[in-house]
């Protein structure tokens, strides 16, 4: 297939420092790549894949001490993907919402990864009016606020097997999280349960 991977502007694929979106986008890249697909990854030209790179913001905008409005980026970013769109067999956004004008007419041919939270009552409109766009989330529950969006399946961030290797004698004192630490996750009850057994 041909793949077209529609990445954020904020931090590099993969990221330098901070970017759990970023950091996903890159795995999900590389894999398809591996399996032997034909990925296109628009992204900052600082990112680094084994996909044909179209470089959107010439650094991740995060890290760009001149940028003030990352707008007029992502207008550029998704003017390229249009352009290019009849290239692909599938167009995989992971940047919200904000595609969803252009594209709403070829919604059989993309798909959006929702990788953040949905509980803001401005969302509910929006997917009303964009019904068509097929969305997957990252879990049951991110569904929750948005059930009746068009969602067509829930996949699991998931990180490369051999990245970590599970230690099966630990020697205790710590807890390890994998992922952003934010209150509705409740670290917090994972950490006191692990301090009181």
């Known amino acids: 297939m041909k793949i077209a991977q529609i990445a954020p502007l904020m931090e590099s694929v993969p990221p330098r420092l901070y970017g759990g979106t ?3 986008v890159s795995y999900l890249t590389e894999e398809l790549v591996r ?3 034909e990925v296109t990854l628009f992204a900052s030209a600082d990112s680094i894949t084994a996909a044909e790179l179209v470089g959107c913001a010439s650094t991740a905008l995060r890290l760009d001490g001149n940028v003030r409005d990352r707008i007029p980026y992502y207008l550029l970013m998704l003017d390229r993907v249009r ?3 009849e290239d692909f067999d599938i167009l995989h956004f992971h ?3 904000f595609h969803f004008p252009l594209f709403a007419q070829m919604a059989d041919r993309t798909v959006t990864t929702l990788h953040g939270r949905q509980d803001s009552p401005d969302l509910k409109p929006l997917y009303l009016g964009f ?8 879990s049951n529950d991110q569904r929750r606020p948005v059930a009746n969006a068009n969602f067509v399946a829930t996949i699991h961030h998931g990180i490369p097997t051999n ?3 599970p230690v099966y004698n630990p020697r205790g004192g710590y807890v390890a999280f994998l992922g952003r630490i934010s209150p509705e996750k409740r670290p917090d009850r994972a950490i006191r349960r692990s301090a009181f057994p």
């Open 22 to 24: 970023e950091r996903i």
């Open 35 to 37: 399996l032997g697909h």
């Open 83 to 85: 352009q290019l769109a």
């Open 95 to 97: 940047i919200d919402q």
């Open 131 to 138: 019904s068509e766009m097929p969305l997957v989330s990252i």
């Open 163 to 165: 990245l970590y290797k």
